[in-house]
């Protein structure tokens, strides 16, 4: 019953994209072309990589804000050690994105899990000091287009078998992601300890192992979000993708990933990253002022989660209540 | 719930240890004038912690204050040049915050939804409202009385010369005792504490946890709406970034000041106390020549050693 649902659910988002898409369509006949499709999806990809990471985390019941200040570290490290050594080509690269993204992450899930302490804040501590640890790597200084290391202004830029690499990577990122919560036994506990933390340790899930190791992952994504960041924008400085997070999320939401844990998938996810790719990419075509963006990503939030509430609604929780005034 | 416990007690040794070091190292810190105008950065953000403060402890949040600060800041603009007088431009930015407000406690308590997730939306919501209204324009020209009510010390406008206290901070104290009595001192305190530390069982008791929630959530535009108000007075313009991020220094000074995310425990003492050492710290800093993302980082890393050093203690209680 619940699967069909989510099905449902997941097929009407699809729809009500494919919708934008056609009627901004008709307006702007460039709008349907493949190179803008091309474009949204390239826009798209960074963004898919970080929602995976982050889905994971909902899933537990946790949250990750620490994800941007996390991917412009990674930027701002990797962009420094193609600034220092030349040499380094772009396999020693990607490794030094996940090991340092995977570090960062590590600790917000060391902090969780052994202190015990809630994520929310975890998170909202490391952002700030990820983000001012930029400023003391960096010295506050840019790193501009003539520094960035050819290797990581190259990457984003090839093409493997007529896709733009950035997609490439979206697409692994999310079929690894889809492999692991759907056939792995450590994906199907994130699952279950989302859904029930307590019944998950009665039938002897290691839960601080499963956690400190979606924050990892996280990290991890982040960090190889941030090398492609910095590649696909050729800068990297200390307020690169402030405030990102938000928009993390927002996907995540958008996609119907519940903050309550437990429920979410990939394919859902990655609908709800479209979806923000198609609006960011129409609104310029029709003509509409960029600053729109915002204002309804916002309102897709609060729709959307008006709508998941239905039918995830926990029974029990209000007593006392009028009939008839919730239906 | 007391207002005065160990942590509390923590935070006041923080705060005098600061003042001592910052007394030391910096000359002219510690001197009445300089005291008086390092409230200035903190006073509005202050006031956001006393609402979210209240949130927390029923167990709920609010990331879209700041949001809500900044239409209350684009309701006066408009509200000015639609040729207002100081009255209705502050009527503007009251009912707006209230509307906005109440637009979050609408979702939460009527539609059961989660309030960070709701706030979230919302927040995208009224700072992109913002943006679309002003665009990259900004309003500037308010009238005289706006900038006295942001700039000036009470002193000076009740004639006593001697008294340099920034009204802003007046007011922020003034509704640090209102918030701090009604909370440790009422039934309506004792039930937001019950609330955020059992809504069921609130529930069973009889308490209408609804309705508590509904309205501290238009407390909370109320109180973006009074910092809307002092805060376009002191910078003297309306921009649609006007006081972004500042929900996560409001969160950072009520978690510092020992309220508990998860609901149920902290106290307004605390919370003004970290609103003190946030404040102070970061003015005392920057007299020293650190950069604000620095100062940041410093502070999210404050915030996790403040979480994690009373488990750390507690645990080695525990093995003693």
């Known amino acids: 019953m619940k699967n069909l649902l989510t099905i449902r659910r997941e097929w009407l988002l699809l729809g009500i994209i494919v919708v934008i898409a056609l009627a901004v369509g008709a307006r702007a006949p460039v709008f349907l072309t493949l190179r803008n499709g091309m474009d949204i999806a390239n826009d798209s990809a960074i963004l898919a990589i970080l929602v995976m990471g982050q889905m994971m985390v909902l899933l537990t019941r946790g949250i990750d804000l620490s994800v941007a200040s996390n991917l412009a570290l990674t930027g701002m490290v990797c962009a420094l050690v193609g600034k220092a050594f030349p040499g380094v080509n772009i396999v020693i690269l990607i490794a030094i994105a996940l090991a340092v993204g995977a570090l960062l992450g590590s600790v917000n899930g060391w902090l969780i899990t052994g202190f015990n302490l809630p994520p929310i804040v975890v998170t909202l501590g490391t952002l700030s000091a990820y983000r001012g640890a930029i400023f003391v790597a960096s010295k506050g200084a840019w790193i501009s287009d003539q520094d960035i290391h050819v290797a990581i202004k190259g990457l984003p830029r090839e093409v493997w078998l007529g896709l733009p690499a950035l997609v490439w990577f979206a697409l692994i990122v999310l079929a690894l992601s889809a492999v692991f919560l759907k056939l792995r036994k450590e994906g199907r506990e994130i699952y279950a300890l989302g859904g029930n933390p307590h019944a998950a340790t009665y039938v002897g899930i290691s839960v601080p192992s499963r956690l400190r190791l979606v924050y990892t992952l996280s990290g991890m994504l982040a960090g190889l979000a941030g090398l492609l960041w910095v590649g696909r924008y050729s800068i990297a400085y200390t307020e690169l993708a402030a405030g990102y997070e938000l928009t993390v999320v927002a996907a995540c939401v958008i996609g119907g990933v519940s903050i309550g844990g437990g429920v979410g998938t990939v394919l859902g996810a990655a609908l709800g990253v479209l979806f923000i790719g198609v609006v960011n990419g129409a609104l310029p075509v029709i003509q509409v002022s960029p600053f729109w963006q915002q204002a309804i990503s916002g309102a897709v939030i609060l729709i959307s989660v008006t709508v998941n509430s239905r039918s995830e609604r926990r029974a029990g929780r209000q007593i006392l209540e009028r009939q008839g005034v919730l239906a | ?320």
């Open chain 2, 1 to 320: 719930m007391k207002a005065w416990n160990t942590w509390e007690r923590v935070l006041l040794a923080l705060l005098v240890l600061l003042l001592v070091v910052f007394g030391i190292t910096q000359p002219g810190f510690m001197s009445a004038d300089t005291l008086a105008d390092s409230t200035f950065n903190f006073s509005e953000k202050g006031l956001l912690a006393l609402a979210i403060a209240l949130l927390i402890v029923c167990g709920e949040i609010d990331l879209s204050i700041a949001a809500i600060l900044a239409l209350c800041s684009l309701a006066m603009g408009y509200s000015m040049r639609a040729g207002l007088g100081p009255w209705g431009i502050a009527g503007a930015a009251l009912v707006t915050g209230v509307v906005a407000g109440g637009f979050n406690g609408v979702l939460v308590t009527r539609y059961k939804l989660p309030s960070i997730v709701v706030t979230i939306g919302t927040l995208s919501l009224y700072r992109g409202l913002a943006l679309v209204v002003l665009g990259d324009q900004s309003i500037s020209g308010y009238p005289e009385v706006f900038s006295t009510l942001g700039n000036s010390y009470l002193g000076e406008v009740i004639g006593v010369r001697w008294l340099i206290v920034p009204i802003e901070f007046v007011l922020l104290c003034v509704f640090a005792l209102a918030v701090g009595l009604v909370l440790h001192r009422t039934i309506m305190g004792r039930r937001i504490y019950a609330i955020g530390a059992n809504p069921v069982a609130a529930r069973f008791s009889g308490i209408e946890a609804d309705r508590y929630r509904f309205a501290l959530f238009v407390f909370a535009g109320l109180m973006a709406a009074v910092a809307a108000i002092l805060l376009t007075g002191r910078i003297g313009s309306t921009r649609p970034n006007i006081a972004m991020g500042w929900e996560l220094d409001a969160i950072t000074m009520v978690i510092l000041g020992g309220v508990a995310i998860e609901g149920g425990r902290g106290s307004i003492v605390g919370t003004m106390l970290a609103v003190l050492i946030l404040g102070l710290f970061t003015f005392g800093m920057g007299m020293a020549n650190v950069t604000g993302i620095v100062m940041s980082m410093v502070i999210g890393i404050l915030l996790i050693v403040s979480m994690v050093l009373p488990r750390m203690l507690k645990r080695q209680r525990a093995h003693e």
